[in-house]
């Protein structure tokens, strides 16, 4: 028997799809750790002055910069201040340069900022790692299917979202957070549809998903709630004693999947706990143990603001569903350089990598064929390379159609092909807010 060689392959597969490429964009997937918007924001601090800030980074490590490049951190009661030689809060609330008076100036002139960085990435550079969820399985050309893929993904399936408020901090109106979750064909502020149109777009009308609100008011201002721990356990005691919620309860998962939204935004929640920036985690792994209340058990969560940063508004939906999707057990698709910002991997295609900040993140990107498959919701037709210079008809990928090409000599390395025209939540891959760099709807082929 004959193998091809890998450049082989590679020729082979450039004559199979100029057969039926308009279109041709590579790109390596890469597994790694929603990337952080450094679109400056003007931050308000208690005592009423403002620093203009930057965000970097992702759930794992982020991190924050004045205009000029200089270090800031929370200091746990709202505000940012300059982080000192070992990367911890210092005693000095952050202004903008022109505002810094001369003892501010002395102290930041003391200060190494590459050493300050290295040592607050020190202490925070591990944050919510990455596992994978058992409900999804590797595609078929990593891993022979021999595992059976959660009914968790497929089916119609309920989710509770908790709606915070706190004595500080008001929630955005529950209805309106609903239809933004939930209504078919959802379309207010340039919308293209909501969070449970997406998923079933993206899974080909196999998984259902109802998000159901449930305004929860904790007695507390937000500072109050010092750690993660204690405002989720604090949000869910408060949930289960609610009679709407006891009456949906048993359409759950056993150990109920939730989004907990607190009403904040990023850079606030940041400013009293650097946890708080929007990610998805477990109680499992943040408590040692799932919570359980009442006979009722919780465990996987996405942890999201409600305000975006940018707009003041209800966060964007591709924020929203890029967190729930690590809840499915999606990873991210995005590397970031030495400054924290997101510059590899598939960029504006997809929602685990840029695709968050497409045409205002109303428009998050379908799950490409191969996170798909990661699911369960499709099969890649294979195509042999004894097929590959005969015509073949691909249809687009709203059709639950792609194609791959496996590496006869290595079975983890292949090529997935798929159509994706520019009509609905793909409509706006040329528009992403994050980088400049715009991508063009037509064929995609992912090198895995």
């Known amino acids: 028997m004959y193998f091809w060689t890998h450049e082989e392959l590679i020729m082979k597969l450039i004559r199979f799809i100029s057969l039926f490429c308009s279109l041709v964009v590579l790109f390596p997937v890469s597994m790694m750790a929603a990337p952080a918007n450094p679109t400056p924001v003007v931050f308000t601090q208690k005592d009423g002055s403002t620093v203009t800030i930057r965000q970097f980074g992702d759930e794992h490590y982020h991190f924050t910069k004045t205009i000029d490049g200089i270090l800031v951190v929370g200091d746990g009661n709202g505000n940012y201040v300059y982080a000192d030689a070992k990367g911890n809060p210092s005693g000095f609330i952050a202004k903008d340069a022109a505002e810094r008076t001369p003892d501010e100036l002395k102290f930041l002139e003391s200060l190494n900022q590459s050493e300050v960085h290295s040592k607050h990435k020190a202490l925070n550079g591990v944050r919510f790692p990455e596992t994978l969820a058992p409900s999804v399985i590797k595609p078929a050309a990593l891993l022979r299917a021999n595992k059976r893929v959660s009914s968790f993904v497929t089916g119609d399936r309920y989710f509770p979202a908790m709606l915070l408020s706190t004595d500080d901090a008001e929630a955005f109106d529950s209805a309106k957070v609903y239809k933004k979750l939930n209504k ?28 159901d609100v449930y305004p929860i008011s904790l007695p507390m201002i937000f500072g109050e709630y010092r750690n993660e721990r204690t405002l989720i356990t604090s949000a869910i005691d408060k ?17 109920c999947p939730f989004i907990l939204m607190h009403p904040l935004s990023n850079e606030e929640a940041s400013a009293y706990n650097a946890d708080y920036y929007s990610h998805q985690y477990t109680l499992r792994a943040l408590m040692k143990s ?38 499915l057990g999606l990873y991210d698709l995005y590397g970031v350089d030495a400054e924290g910002y997101a510059t590899v991997g598939p960029l504006p295609f997809d929602l685990m990598a840029l695709g968050t900040r497409n045409g205002g993140g109303r428009f998050p990107p379908t799950f490409s064929a191969f996170e798909r498959e990661s699911m369960g919701w499709m099969l890649l037709d294979e195509v042999f390379p004894d097929s590959l210079l005969r015509p073949h008809m691909l249809e687009p990928l709203s059709e639950m159609h792609a194609y791959s090409i496996t590496n006869p000599t290595h079975g983890d390395e292949y090529y997935v092909i798929e159509s994706r025209p520019a009509v609905g939540f793909d409509s706006k891959i040329s528009e992403s807010e994050y980088s400049g760099i715009q991508g063009k709807n037509g064929v995609f082929v992912w090198y895995v």
Do not use: C, W
């Not at 009679?243 to 150990?255: L, M, P, V």
């Not at 009442?294 to 707009?311: C, I, L, M, P, R």
């Not at 003041?312 to 690590?326: D, M, V, Y």
């Open 184 to 211: 078919k064909g959802y379309s207010e502020d340039g919308h293209v549809g909501s969070m449970r149109d997406y998923f079933i777009e993206s899974s080909g009308g196999k998984f259902k998903p109802t998000f």
């Open 239 to 255: 949930l289960v004693e609610r009679e709407d919620f006891k009456k949906r309860a048993e359409k759950y998962e056993e150990e």
């Open 290 to 327: 799932v919570y359980t209340k009442d006979g009722y058990t919780f465990n996987n969560y996405a942890f999201v603001s409600q305000k975006d940063e940018d707009t003041g508004k209800l966060n964007r939906l591709a924020t929203i569903a890029h967190e729930f999707s690590h809840v």
